[in-house]
């Protein structure tokens, strides 16, 4: 697909104003510069009144510059809060917060080089779509003609020719979407923040539309800031996952690492599933540990911190790695008490002992998979390297 | 049920019958003495004809003439006082909802709660306690304070249906508070303003017993007047004088429906 | 730094355009219509001055007046009715006022609600013309057509159904008929846009619970709509209490409401302090109905 590229050494927006040191020009070559960076920000609402509460507490995060970054979290954990505080829209209790290296803590969102794609999209429904892009160029003061310019591109960038004289009132949320975007993408912001952008749109459109935001992004070179509380897209979409919960900051990387690596069970839990068990170290030699699960019999597991012996940790197994087999050899057992298909899969609920599991098997009964029924007893098998071991 | 008969389940038999009678109630005088003002004859009763000649009789009467110049003239600056007013008064409530935005909210909606006869004395005995003389001013100060919350509560709900992430996008865009509040705010709130006014606007129009409480003796309103001729009975020019104010009402609702049909479409 | 605080920006409205915004309004209010009536209060505890206007002499005589008259000689008081048959008259009136206008609109306003939205839009607009337009006019207009010689009576004459004019104005029922007439349109919309809000699914269910349409529609219908129905008619009845054009145009001056009373001390009698208290008990019987219905109000919406 031909796209029209943002040219890559755009006039950064806030040269109108005194205060900004850096332009992304010079950010193109450096990559690895920071973007943004909160320092022991914390937010409390409704200070010394009976319903203060705190949003979040003491989190500490740098985005590199022309990273796709997502802040992943159940709703109420604070992500959209960070976002707003980056944005300009909410205020922090304490703590700093810099986009590429300026402290922006106190400044009003209209004196940010940062533009927000808004949840409901917050188009202007007294004007049309021309006049909404045009919109934050015209507030910079640039001449007509670069305006002018600036809106085409933008409209050719996101196929939104054929709409450019029509009010947002008049269009799908998809066109919507899209518009929002165009006119957050105008003023050629440094950072691009994106609340939920895609919660409004039904199933088919959301895919679509992770791809397109994905290669927009990679084309036009801004970071995007990007919250969510969908892990799939969150996974789908970005560079890092900052994953939120509760006001805290649980783990940033790659979604391999998240996803692959959890650090905590609120990690392991929230994205895709996890069968959580208790456990106590019974061994531990180098790497490898064993742990003793209660009524189901030892395990191996490879660890990456010191355990000692007799330690409480749990053990966090994807469904989708929980091999079944007849009962034929030692090991741990279980029966299965209910099984559910899901199409493109099996899933099978077991009990083992105290603890209930859930085992997912594709298409199972098929390409020499073996298929059980409620009451059915099994044997568990691992494959290596599935079992995580979480000490939090 | 015996009848085997499926009939529209949300009917009622009988009630379409009384809603025509109630709209003929509401019509029907004034309709018959609209009627009326179009009779040739001295007497109101007995129709000879049809003639336009009381309208013509009120036309040439310079005292109603003067009357309804006041009125307009005291509708349009109450109106406007009060839709400036209201503007600002809706914007901090609605914004500033936390700090004591239920007590201004009594205050700003207390003139619809007091019974008009007891507004209308009292507003007397204000003015005659501190000193101010009865006459246009008063007239006009007690308009802009009951006219408020009429334009206060449209602008108000139009305001709180807007969209409240729009000034914040507008910020967002480097809009400036008060460029954000010119571009966005304020014509995303016309409607609300014009329906405000409009509202204001009737209500002055159409207030007879506060006026003629603080009128005093030289100022008079159109509805002052209507009543003082009815003093001398029911004459035709009262049926055609009645008749043209009937009328402007009538527009002036077509223009708030009209305008507010077009305010919803947005 | 060179940019402003975040607190000057628009989402977070200073204390001080905060009250700039809001004290025009307050203010002209506060003191042209909340101060008016703490004078009409102070009033209404004084005694009436010689030529109209008080002396600042502390009396509850104004409030005495309403039951009592004081005899000139002796300054013994004896009962008389006289006011109190007045107010209750007033009270009397806007109750049968409000009933009627529940029985009329009721009906009307569940029809309205009822039709396609272009049909229901033209109703609408045919009761809201005779809501805005002038109260006097339409007061004149219905005692045009009450008169003896008026349309009403003449037609009869005619066809010879009566001898004599019917006396269909400057009394009772012409006020009453009055008050229907005037704040009939107040009751119809309240109830209509309730009627908009109502689940109809609710009269499928009775009906499918065996339920007649009587019984559906007294015992489904109307209990949902009890909100509505204690809305409509506190807006008919607090203008009726305290009515002032239809009792002075339609009773003809005889038969007097506590509105014309009021009136009549403020400009013929001149008797401040009796109109001053009078004000005051007009007014305490709405703001009670109407903390009243405020209290119901919130307690309907915590039950929910």
Redesign the interface.
């Known amino acids: 697909m031909q796209r029209a590229i943002i040219e890559p050494n755009p006039t950064p927006?806030a040269d109108?104003?005194?205060?900004s040191p850096s332009k992304p020009g010079s950010l193109l070559q450096h990559p690895n510069s920071v973007a943004a960076e909160v320092r022991n920000l914390r937010k409390i609402y409704n200070v010394g009144s009976p319903q203060a509460h705190e949003a979040l507490k003491d989190v500490n995060l740098s985005i590199r510059a022309n990273e796709f970054f997502t802040l992943l979290g159940p709703s109420g954990c604070g992500k959209t809060t960070l976002l707003r505080i980056l944005?300009?829209?909410e205020?922090l209790t304490s703590g700093t917060c810099r986009i590429f290296g300026e402290?922006v803590s106190?400044?009003?969102?209209?004196?940010r080089p940062?533009?927000?794609v808004?949840?409901?999209y917050?188009?202007?429904?007294?004007m049309t779509v021309r006049r909404n892009i045009a919109?934050?160029l015209e507030?910079?003061g640039k001449p007509k003609a670069e305006v002018e310019r600036t809106v085409e591109r933008m409209l050719d960038l996101v196929h939104m020719r054929e709409y450019a004289d029509r009010r947002p009132?008049t269009m799908s949320g998809g066109q919507r979407q899209r518009v929002a975007l165009a006119?957050?993408l105008a003023?050629q912001p440094k950072l691009l923040l994106l609340d939920e952008p895609l919660s409004a749109l039904d199933l088919k459109l959301r895919q679509k539309m992770r791809l397109e935001l994905k290669s927009l992004q990679r084309e036009t070179g801004i970071t995007f800031i990007f919250v969510t509380h969908d892990q799939e897209e969150a996974l789908a979409m970005s560079d890092r996952v900052a994953v939120i919960s509760n006001g805290h900051l649980q783990q940033v990387g790659t979604p391999e690492d998240i996803y692959e690596q959890p650090q905590s069970r609120f990690v392991a839990d929230f994205i895709g599933e996890s069968n959580l068990i208790e456990a106590k170290v019974a061994d531990s030699a180098g790497s490898e540990a064993a742990f003793d699960i209660e009524g189901f019999g030892q395990v191996q597991a490879p660890i990456g911190q010191r355990v000692e012996v007799g330690q409480q940790v749990w053990l966090s197994i994807r469904p989708e790695r929980l091999v079944l087999g007849a009962v034929h050899r030692e090991g741990p057992q279980a029966t299965v008490t209910d099984r559910t298909y899901l199409g493109n899969a099996v899933e099978y609920h077991l009990r083992a002992g105290k603890h209930a599991l859930t085992a997912r098997s594709p298409r199972g009964g098929l390409r020499g998979r073996q298929d059980f029924a409620p009451g059915d007893a099994v044997s568990l098998g691992f494959e290596p390297g599935s079992i995580k071991v979480l000490l939090s | 049920m015996s009848t085997a008969r499926l009939r529209d389940l949300r009917v009622f038999p009988g009630f379409g019958l009384l809603s025509v009678g109630c709209v003929v109630f509401l019509y029907a005088p004034i309709v018959v003495l609209a009627i009326y003002s179009f009779n040739d004859g001295r007497s109101v009763t007995r129709w000879a004809g049809f003639s336009l000649r009381w309208y013509q009789t009120v036309f040439a009467n310079q005292n109603i003439q003067t009357a309804a110049m006041n009125s307009v003239v005291i509708a349009v600056i109450a109106a406007s006082v009060a839709t400036v007013f209201a503007l600002g008064a809706a914007i901090a409530t609605v914004n500033g909802k936390k700090g004591g935005g239920e007590g201004a909210y009594v205050v700003l909606t207390f003139p619809l709660m007091v019974p008009e006869i007891v507004t209308a004395v009292a507003s007397l005995v204000f003015f005659v306690a501190v000193g101010i003389s009865l006459g246009f001013a008063t007239i006009l100060i007690a308009h802009i304070v009951f006219c408020i919350p009429f334009a206060y509560l449209p602008i108000k709900a139009r305001l709180e249906s807007m969209d409240a992430t729009l000034p914040s996008a507008a910020a967002d865009l480097y809009a400036s508070p008060a460029k954000g509040f010119l571009r966005i705010t304020l014509p995303l709130l016309v409607p609300g303003l014009v329906s405000g006014w409009l509202l204001a606007f009737i209500i002055s129009l159409d207030d007879f017993i506060i006026t003629a409480l603080v009128a005093g003796p030289g100022a008079t309103t159109l509805p002052l007047h209507i009543y003082g001729m009815l003093r001398l009975g029911m004459t035709p020019e009262v049926n055609a004088i009645s008749t043209l104010m009937l009328a402007a009402s009538t527009v002036l609702v077509l223009i708030s429906g009209l305008l507010g049909q077009a305010g919803r479409k947005h | 730094m060179s940019a402003r605080p975040l607190a000057l920006s628009s989402r977070i409205p200073q204390g001080f355009a905060h009250a700039g915004l809001l004290w025009p309004s307050l203010g002209v209010i506060l003191v042209f219509m909340v101060a008016p009536i703490a004078i009409m209060l102070t009033y209404s505890f004084l005694v009436p001055g010689a030529y109209g206007g008080v002396e600042w002499t502390f009396s509850t005589a104004a409030y005495e007046q309403i039951l009592f008259e004081r005899d000139f000689l002796d300054d013994s008081l004896t009962f008389t009715p006289d006011y109190l048959i007045i107010v209750a008259r007033s009270l009397i009136q806007a109750t049968v006022a409000t009933l009627l206008c529940l029985v009329i609109s009721v009906p009307t306003a569940y029809y309205i609600a009822t039709r396609s939205d272009r049909v229901k839009n033209i109703w609408l607009f045919l009761i809201t013309i005779p809501y805005w337009v002038n109260l006097l006019i339409r007061t004149i207009a219905l005692l045009f057509v009450l008169r003896d010689d008026g349309p009403i009576n003449s037609a009869l004459l005619d066809v010879g159904v009566i001898g004599q004019p019917l006396a269909l104005s400057y009394n009772g029922f012409a006020i009453s008929l009055g008050l229907i007439y005037s704040f009939l349109p107040f009751m119809v919309l309240p109830l209509y846009s309730a009627f908009e809000r109502f689940d109809f699914r609710l009269l499928e269910a009775a009906y499918d619970l065996y339920a007649s349409r009587r019984v559906a529609f007294f015992r489904i219908v109307l209990p949902v709509m009890r909100p509505g129905l204690i809305a409509g008619s506190l807006l008919v009845f607090i203008p009726s209490v305290g009515s002032y054009l239809a009792p002075d145009i339609l009773g003809g001056g005889k038969t007097l409401m506590i509105g014309n009373l009021i009136g009549t001390q403020f400009q013929a009698a001149r008797n401040w302090p009796f109109g001053a208290a009078l004000s005051m008990i007009l007014l305490t019987i709405t703001l009670i109905v109407l903390l009243w219905l405020a209290r119901r109000a919130a307690q309907q919406q915590r039950s929910n």
């Open positions: 927006p109108s104003k005194a205060a944005g300009g829209f205020m402290d106190r400044l009003p969102p209209e004196a940062v533009n927000t808004f949840q409901q917050a188009l202007f429904p007294h919109f934050g507030m910079l009132d006119r957050a003023p």
